[in-house]
């Protein structure tokens, strides 16, 4: 007969991505009591691994740019601030949209430089300088903000969990959580395929599979899993300058530098919004 095990904590931490490591490292630090990390799979599994990794603060409201700008001076300085390699890379970013949207781009730069964020306005000579391989047209106006820039996502994810583990939080891998655990009124712990694990509070950190755990309390979150389409493309061979991130939201698109010579590329449109998958068995290629 199989022992199944009985696990008690003070905080339980559902998905290996970088939220759930990063909130494992910063409770460790905090040395809240007992930190156990549950990941069905492998670290940054999940969209973490995925990720674009774009690092920015143009965002259009006050709350989501200021903490995009409290998040990038964590990424700047992270050897210091977490532990392990560095991960940032600074670019900067055009940001591109259409003459008519002109006022919306004003009012979110106007929202930003409030905040102390580096962003303007600026010409299609401006960008060209930028970027030589840059070219805006006549309809078209930018935006450059200076301090943006991408990251290593699954070294994040990496180093995170080396933190907590450095601090004692426990990362155990090849854990599913199956079941909350509801007892008077209050979540009381989680069944998984290895056993109980009660806790005192419980962070679900499961992006698109958080709907599914909460759907038999009878919380509708209103999170679908999308198969968001991404390509990998050659730099031309006069591509001779490092480049930008960029956010083209005419032709709806975002790309960026990648490793070696080749750029990711993906849409900015959500059209995939409509078609939601099942995020344990879609195509990933």
Same mark, same amino acid.
């Given at each position: 007969?199989?022992?199944?095990?009985?696990?008690?904590?003070?905080?339980?931490i559902v998905g290996g991505g970088v939220?759930?490591?990063?909130?494992?490292?910063?409770?460790?630090?905090?040395?809240?009591?007992? %930190?156990?990390?549950?990941?069905?799979?492998?670290?940054?599994?999940?969209?973490?691994?995925?990720?674009?990794?774009?690092?920015?603060?143009?965002?259009?409201? !006050?709350?989501?740019?200021?903490?995009?700008?409290?998040?990038?001076?964590?990424?700047?300085?992270?050897?210091?601030?977490?532990?392990?390699? #560095?991960?940032?890379?600074?670019?900067?970013?055009?940001? #591109?949209?259409?003459?008519?949207?002109?006022?919306? @781009? *004003?009012?979110?730069?106007?929202?930003?430089?409030?905040?102390?964020?580096?962003?303007?306005?600026?010409?299609?000579?401006?960008?060209?300088?930028?970027?030589?391989?840059?070219?805006?047209?006549? =309809?078209?106006?930018?935006?450059?903000?200076?301090?943006?820039?991408?990251?290593?996502?699954?070294? !994040? #994810? /990496?180093?995170?969990?080396?933190?907590?583990?450095?601090?004692?939080?426990d990362i155990r891998l090849g854990v599913?959580?199956?079941?909350?655990?509801?007892?008077?009124?209050?979540?009381?712990?989680?069944?998984?395929?290895?056993?109980? +694990?009660?806790?005192?509070?419980? %962070?679900?950190?499961?992006?698109?599979?958080?709907?599914?755990?909460?759907?038999?309390?009878?919380? =509708?979150?209103?999170?679908? /899993?999308?198969?968001?389409?991404?390509?990998?493309?050659?730099?031309? #061979?006069?591509?001779?300058?490092?480049? @930008?991130?960029?956010?083209?939201?005419?032709?709806?698109? +975002?790309?960026?530098?990648?490793?070696? *010579?080749?750029?990711?590329?993906?849409? @900015?449109?959500?059209? $995939? /919004?409509?078609?939601?998958?099942?995020?344990?068995?879609?195509? $990933?290629?």
């Amino acid at each position: 007969m199989e022992e199944r095990m009985n696990t008690t904590c003070d905080v339980l931490i559902v998905g290996g991505g970088v939220m759930g490591t990063s909130v494992a490292f910063h409770l460790a630090r905090r040395k809240v009591g007992r %930190v156990v990390l549950l990941e069905k799979s492998h670290l940054a599994a999940g969209s973490s691994g995925k990720s674009g990794a774009i690092i920015r603060q143009h965002y259009s409201n !006050v709350l989501t740019a200021a903490m995009a700008q409290k998040s990038l001076r964590v990424f700047e300085n992270f050897p210091d601030v977490v532990g392990g390699p #560095v991960v940032f890379t600074h670019t900067g970013m055009a940001i #591109v949209v259409n003459q008519r949207d002109l006022p919306g @781009l *004003e009012a979110n730069i106007a929202l930003q430089q409030g905040l102390g964020i580096r962003v303007n306005k600026i010409t299609a000579q401006e960008l060209t300088e930028l970027d030589p391989n840059a070219h805006l047209a006549d =309809d078209e106006v930018a935006a450059f903000e200076s301090e943006a820039g991408f990251v290593e996502a699954v070294q !994040v #994810v /990496a180093s995170f969990a080396d933190a907590a583990r450095q601090r004692k939080a426990d990362i155990r891998l090849g854990v599913e959580v199956r079941s909350l655990i509801v007892e008077k009124e209050r979540i009381a712990g989680v069944e998984t395929n290895e056993g109980t +694990y009660h806790c005192r509070a419980l %962070v679900l950190c499961t992006g698109p599979w958080a709907a599914a755990l909460l759907k038999p309390l009878r919380i =509708d979150l209103p999170v679908r /899993a999308c198969r968001t389409q991404v390509a990998l493309f050659r730099k031309p #061979v006069d591509y001779t300058r490092r480049g @930008l991130v960029y956010g083209d939201f005419v032709q709806q698109i +975002y790309f960026k530098p990648t490793h070696g *010579e080749m750029l990711h590329a993906g849409s @900015l449109a959500g059209e $995939e /919004a409509e078609n939601p998958v099942n995020p344990d068995h879609y195509p $990933e290629a």
